[in-house]
């Protein structure tokens, strides 16, 4: 499971990382400063572009905040397929992403990947990371058996 | 002849870490990190950035040991596609300034270095890497000299980013004087401590080693070798390749398996890989071997001679199928299987037999056709035997559609 993403610090606003306090998650590799979003962080965000704009929001609701949304941070394209979020107002995004990281494999993401943003009860737009039942090849590389619904890419 | 020395001689090109460079070539973001390229269906780093080496990570390592000492790392799915691309951009570098070039391998080059009016082969070695790098974006290095196995000596020890010429006796002796002997391509393991037991330990020991000796410890091979350390060319530039001997397909099976229909299915894709390469060459396969790896260290083996060299699929499945019953271990986990073509015959060229009756023949001889020319149109493995079934995984994967060895016209293998 892809728990993780990394962008480039170039590719965010400055008015984004100061707003939400993003220099926090900045890591530097390879003389290129980053940040990440990582699911374990206490207050897992995620990255999004919604109509044109990016945009930081929740990333999905481990941490139980909303009662009536699952409590995860994943959703299955199935289920998507079957019209389950359809009916609680959940809209497609892309989640800008240039790695994900998953069982401590860091792997390139050239495009990003699919998303749902949806809202709790309370009207806060919360993300969901869109999965497809694991490649060979991902499977064979990260040992999980799902991984990211990437834009336009096969691994 | 110039003034100072010979006017020509032979150059070694060398890609540095190849498959990072062409990742980097498309991908600008991975400049300067570290990162590994995965081979083997993703269980195993193929190539590494100098970044990710400085880590410790080897050639060869499974990726869960290389995330161990590179947490940082960045894993990146081979793409011999791209790679061969690139490799053969980097081969008309090379022709537009040598008149006889050697397509040793995807990213190895051997070539007559000759110099024009006024240059020398210092300067040419740094015009070939340079020009590489303007016009395909990929770092090498150059190394000339006087024979192959010297350029080749020279560029390894110039990496990365090298150019470097050394014809002169007295500057090889004392490039052989500081590299092991186990630099020398051909030269590892067992033949290594041969030679150690006799005190040659460095490339320098070997070329004063005498002659005789060399050829009884290490056979007429490892005399040309000792000719060539010694500056006598013996080893010729090939512009063409030779033709096979043998063909072969084949590697991991992407995790180990003990299962016997999974085998089956693994043997039937390797099968049509082969004979696509039969059918390239204009070949067909008089004796078929089949070699299974187990996990636990011991391989399997089966092999058949044909009645009739062929190179159609309902003749080869018939003596590829009992060739791995007798590889087979039941019980035991395989972890590779290769598939081998041997005593090739030209196709077309062999005696028709009693075994192989004419409407068979011609039905087998439709459906391969048939085959080949909608895989052509829509794409290689669209059209398979059903026995592949039992391998979905694999063909949903892109990735398993090319491989290294399908880079045609390069001599290594």
Redesign the interface.
């Known amino acids: 499971m892809c728990v993780g993403i990394s962008l ?1 610090w170039s590719e965010l606003p400055t008015e984004l990382i100061g707003r939400y306090g993003l220099e926090r998650r900045a890591h530097e ?4 400063r980053e940040i990440r979003f990582l699911y374990r962080d206490r207050r897992p965000r995620l990255p999004i572009w919604r109509d044109g704009r990016l945009q930081i929001v929740r990333w999905g609701n481990g941490c139980l905040q909303s009662r009536f949304l699952p409590a995860t941070g994943w959703t299955w394209k199935e289920s998507l397929e079957l019209g389950y979020w359809r009916e609680i107002g959940a809209v497609p995004v892309d989640i800008p992403a ?2 994900g990281y998953d069982r ?5 993401v ?1 495009q990003g990947i699919r998303g749902i943003l949806v809202p709790d009860e309370r009207g806060v737009a919360v993300a969901y990371m869109i999965c497809v039942p694991s ?7 990260t040992r999980s058996p799902r991984m990211p619904l990437l834009i336009d890419e ?2 | 002849m110039n003034a100072n020395g010979p006017a020509t001689a032979i150059g070694h090109l060398d890609a540095d870490c190849f498959y990072v460079s062409a990742e980097r070539v498309r991908d600008e973001f991975l400049r300067g990190k570290p990162v590994g390229v995965l081979g083997n269906q993703g269980a195993c780093v193929i190539a590494k950035s100098y970044e990710m080496k400085a880590h410790g990570v080897k050639t060869g390592e499974p990726i869960w040991d290389a995330l161990v000492k590179c947490p940082d790392g960045i894993y990146i799915k081979r793409d011999f596609r791209w790679y061969e691309v690139l490799s053969r951009m980097m081969l008309e570098v090379v022709q537009n300034a040598s008149r006889q070039v050697e397509y040793y391998s995807i990213d190895e080059f051997f070539f007559r270095a000759e110099l024009r009016r006024g240059e020398t082969f210092d300067g040419l070695a740094r015009t070939i890497r340079d020009r590489i790098e303007e016009c395909v974006g990929v770092p090498v290095t150059v190394g000339i000299a006087r024979t192959r196995t010297l350029a080749k000596l020279i560029s390894d020890a110039s990496k990365p980013h090298g150019a470097r010429a050394v014809l002169e006796p007295n500057r090889e002796e004392e490039l052989l004087a500081g590299l092991p002997v186990t630099e020398i391509t051909g030269i590892a393991g067992r033949r290594a401590a041969t030679l150690s037991s006799w005190g040659i330990t460095t490339c320098l020991h070997l070329a004063r080693a005498d002659r005789t000796l060399v050829r009884r410890l290490l056979t007429a091979s490892g005399e040309v070798l000792w000719w060539e350390i010694n500056g006598d060319p013996v080893q010729p530039i090939h512009t063409r390749r030779p033709a096979h001997k043998t063909l072969s397909r084949g590697g991991s099976l992407g995790g180990a398996t003990d299962d016997p229909m999974a085998l089956y299915a693994w043997l039937v894709r390797n099968l049509e890989r082969l004979i696509e390469e039969l059918r390239y060459h204009g070949v067909a396969a008089g004796r078929l071997k089949v070699i299974l790896a187990y996990k636990s260290g011991h391989t399997g083996l089966g092999q058949r001679t044909l009645a009739v060299p062929g190179d159609r699929f309902d003749v080869l499945i018939d003596v590829a199928r009992p060739c791995l019953r007798q590889a087979w271990s039941k019980g035991q986990s395989a972890t590779h299987m290769h598939l081998i073509a041997e005593d090739l015959a030209p196709r077309g060229q062999t005696a028709l037999a009693f075994f192989d009756p004419l409407p068979n023949r011609i039905r087998g001889e439709d459906v391969d056709r048939l085959k080949e020319r909608i895989n052509g149109k829509i794409g290689r493995f669209a059209l398979r035997s059903a026995a592949t079934l039992y391998l979905p995984a694999i063909y949903r994967d892109t990735a398993n559609e090319y491989d290294i060895c399908d880079v045609r016209g390069k001599i290594c293998f």
């Open positions: 480039a590799r390879g003389g290129e240039m790695l401590g494999v860091w792997f390139r050239r490649t060979h090849y991902y499977q064979v590389m096969d691994i």
